[in-house]
T-cell receptor, first 114, second 115 residues
Framework: NAGVTQTPKFRILKIGQSMTLQCTQDMNHNYMYWYRQDPGMGLKLIYYSVGAGITDKGEVPNGYNVSRSTTEDFPLRLELAAPSQTSVYFCASNGAGGGGQPQHFGDGTRLSIL | GESVGLHLPTLSVQEGDNSIINCAYS??????FIWYKQESGKGPQFIIDIRSNMDKRQGQRVTVLLNKTVKHLSLQIAATQPGDSAVYFC??????????????FGKGTSLLVTP
């Protein structure tokens, strides 16, 4: 099983550039999440989705946008990259019930903004 | 705001010993708790979870203990092996909240297993 797949694994951007981080899951999970992890820290929630067509902000949404047109895909968009967005980005998903269920994570996208 | 934190940032144990990683949480409404293991360059990997209606749960070589009175969570790893070296995160949520069930993560404890 592929689980949660994130692409690209690494990326370097210049300030002001834009990019989309891709996330897809093959477990038919309704709930999907984007987190960022800064060095030596835990994960902070950027955006989440409870199903296709439904998204909502998490703790640190500024500078990001998301969409959820299908159950499988949950891309994260950076419109104007800033150095503060240098981080490791993780996508996760879980199934029926959402809360009280383990989230399954991808291996992350390591993003540097120079 | 309320947070999840860890008592120790690093823990060094000898191979074969038991490891105990501690975690404190402050949200009294939290009812779901989970431990993740994160190896270098990888995403968090689920280890074990526990709900607030339990105080102990066991898996393969791992045990999670929950003390709701003092808002404390611990992960015990029996007969620690070199492959257990990683960063361990505790996380929690209120499973019936309106936040979309996102997890609130602590900062992590780095476990180093020495031969």
């Amino acid at each position: 099983n592929a689980g949660v797949t994130q692409t690209p694994k690494f990326r370097i951007l210049k300030i002001g550039q834009s990019m989309t981080l891709q996330c897809t899951q093959d477990m038919n999970h309704n709930y999907m999440y984007w987190y960022r992890q800064d060095p030596g820290m835990g994960l902070k929630l950027i955006y989440y989705s409870v199903g296709a067509g439904i998204t909502d902000k998490g703790e640190v949404p500024n500078g990001y946008n998301v969409s959820r047109s299908t159950t499988e895909d949950f891309p994260l968009r950076l419109e104007l990259a800033a150095p503060s967005q240098t981080s490791v980005y993780f996508c996760a998903s879980n199934g029926a019930g959402g809360g009280g269920q383990p989230q399954h994570f991808g291996d992350g996208t390591r993003l540097s903004i120079l | 705001g309320e947070s999840v934190g860890l008592h120790l940032p690093t823990l060094s144990v000898q191979e074969g010993d038991n490891s105990i990683i501690n975690c404190a949480y402050s949200n009294s409404a939290s009812d779901y708790f989970i431990w993740y293991k994160q190896e270098s360059g990888k995403g968090p990997q689920f280890i074990i979870d526990i709900r607030s209606n339990m105080d102990k749960r066991q898996g393969q070589r791992v045990t999670v203990l929950l003390n709701k009175t003092v808002k404390h969570l611990s992960l015990q790893i029996a007969a620690t092996q070199p492959g257990d070296s990683a960063v361990y995160f505790c996380a929690e949520n209120e499973s019936n909240s309106n936040s979309g069930y996102a997890l609130n993560f602590g900062k992590g404890t780095s476990l180093l297993v020495t031969p």
